[in-house]
């Protein structure tokens, strides 16, 4: 079991930057790919970055390449995503999710384990 706490979130202008960290909890989280998603209003649950952890390789989301980045501290059970450039049409709600897999999944349906979510609000 691991069980995932995000925090982060916040107001910003657009062109600012945040931080995003989620805090795990159980002894597999070393052995866990991590994964963010976001949520904005009437819209599904979309991909946003997922890195390894067996090799600490990352995967994202076209719309978001070069501003955010994803890493992780398996040391501290953390992951974080450092999110620059931001934008309005970054606004959601985002998530933190985990999976033992032994294939790399950038679906939120093929994730096991979920936070509750930080909201992250972008002005113009």
């Known amino acids: 079991q691991v069980q995932l706490l995000e925090s982060g979130g916040g107001l910003v202008q657009a062109g600012g930057s945040l931080r995003l960290s989620c805090a795990a909890s159980?002894?597999?989280?070393?052995?866990?790919?991590m994964a963010w998603f976001r949520q904005a209003p009437g819209k599904e649950r979309e991909f946003v970055a997922a890195?390894?952890?067996?090799?600490?390789?990352?995967s994202y989301q076209d719309s978001v390449k070069g501003r955010f980045t994803i890493s992780r501290d398996n040391a501290k059970n953390t992951v974080y995503l450092q999110m620059n450039r931001l934008k309005p049409e970054d606004t959601a709600v985002y998530y933190c999710?985990?999976?033992?897999?032994?294939?790399?999944?950038?679906?939120?349906?093929?994730?096991?384990?979920w936070g509750q979510g930080t909201l992250v609000t972008v002005s113009s």
């Open positions: 159980g002894r597999t989280f070393s052995t866990c790919d």
């Open positions: 999710a985990a999976v033992q897999s032994y294939r790399f999944y950038v679906t939120p349906r093929d994730y096991t384990y």
């Open positions: 890195i390894r952890w067996s090799n600490s390789i990352t």
